[in-house]
């Protein structure tokens, strides 16, 4: 079964850009030091960029549960390399209760199913929504993972500064 993808805590201050100095200015109380190489524990997993969390109300992952939805429509695009979305359902349920195989989205016009809920209106434009993912299977967990697991496993667990910084 594939990995759960890293979930990221933000920070609790608010962030702030450091000062910027003019070309003129140096600090001669601070020493020039070497830039910081950053090295990867062999450890620590790859990214996973296959998976992805997406929330969903529980009606509508009930609706794609008994193949009465069999688009899951978006607007946004996720990346082309993503296989599987964790459906997080929203409360009450609060959880990660299923996981669905998809692939690349269909645009309005592309989906031409009138048998699942939406489509007639995503074919013809109606929704807001871009991008439809289409089901191509779900699975449902064992065992739910609740919000309160996410956190304790892949937030608190993965400290910032274990990060690599990006900017």
Known sequence: MPRVPNVRKSESKPFQWPKKKTSNEHDATKPDKPAKTRK???????????????????????MIANREKNYEY???????????????????TSCITYVMETTRPKRPGEVNDPSGVG?????????????????????????????TQLKATYVEDIRLEDMEKIF
């Open 40 to 62: 990867t524990p062999k450890d620590k997993p790859d990214r996973v960029y296959t998976d992805t969390v997406m929330t969903i109300k529980p009606q509508f992952a009930e």
């Open 119 to 147: 489509n007639d209106d995503f074919d013809a434009g109606l929704k807001q929504s871009k991008f439809g993912y289409p089901v191509l299977g779900l699975y449902k967990l064992p065992t739910p993972i609740s919000s």
């Open 74 to 92: 978006r607007k946004y695009e996720l990346r082309e390399t993503v296989e599987r979305l964790w459906l997080y359902e929203t409360a009450p």
